[in-house]
């Protein structure tokens, strides 16, 4: 519901705030230091974003050319394809669990990784 705000120009209103922290609820309910904006159509709700979030969560605004760049990286033969023995685990939450989400993260994070639908 996020990207229909920004194209209505719904940045600033109430409706936004409530739509906003309604969609962060089951984010919130994890122990989260990072959230990933996966799309570059809510980057004007950054703002809105952070303040629901809280300030603790870093904000990270993909794109498509990140994207295309990690898989490229990844696609390069001294790429790390493996976690190093001893890293830490990367637990990826997600607010939609669709084929393309999926497809996504595997392309980006260079394994087959597990994506858990935040509830």
Same mark, same amino acid.
């Given at each position: 519901?996020?990207?229909?705000?920004? %194209?209505?120009?719904?940045? /600033?209103?109430? %409706?936004?705030?409530? *739509? $906003?922290? @309604?969609? #962060? @609820?089951? *984010?919130?309910?994890?122990? $989260?230091?990072?959230? *990933?904006?996966?799309?570059?159509?809510?980057?004007?709700?950054?703002?809105?974003?952070?303040?629901?979030?809280?300030?603790?969560? $870093?904000?990270?605004?993909?794109? !498509? /050319? #990140?994207?295309?760049?990690?898989?490229?990286? #990844?696609?390069?033969?001294? !790429?790390?394809?493996?976690?190093? !023995?001893?890293?830490?685990? &990367?637990?990826?939450?997600?607010?939609?669990?669709?084929?393309?989400? &999926?497809?996504?993260? @595997?392309?980006?994070?260079?394994?087959?990784?597990?994506?858990?639908? !935040?509830?």
């Amino acid at each position: 519901m996020w990207a229909p705000l920004v %194209e209505e120009g719904w940045t /600033k209103r109430r %409706e936004t705030d409530l *739509i $906003v922290k @309604r969609g #962060l @609820r089951a *984010i919130k309910q994890h122990p $989260v230091d990072t959230l *990933i904006l996966g799309s570059s159509s809510f980057a004007p709700l950054r703002h809105v974003i952070q303040r629901k979030i809280g300030s603790q969560v $870093v904000l990270v605004e993909a794109s !498509a /050319k #990140l994207a295309s760049r990690v898989a490229q990286h #990844l696609k390069t033969p001294n !790429a790390p394809v493996q976690l190093p !023995a001893g890293a830490r685990k &990367v637990r990826l939450l997600v607010t939609d669990l669709t084929p393309q989400v &999926v497809q996504a993260g @595997r392309m980006i994070c260079g394994r087959n990784v597990k994506l858990e639908k !935040a509830v």
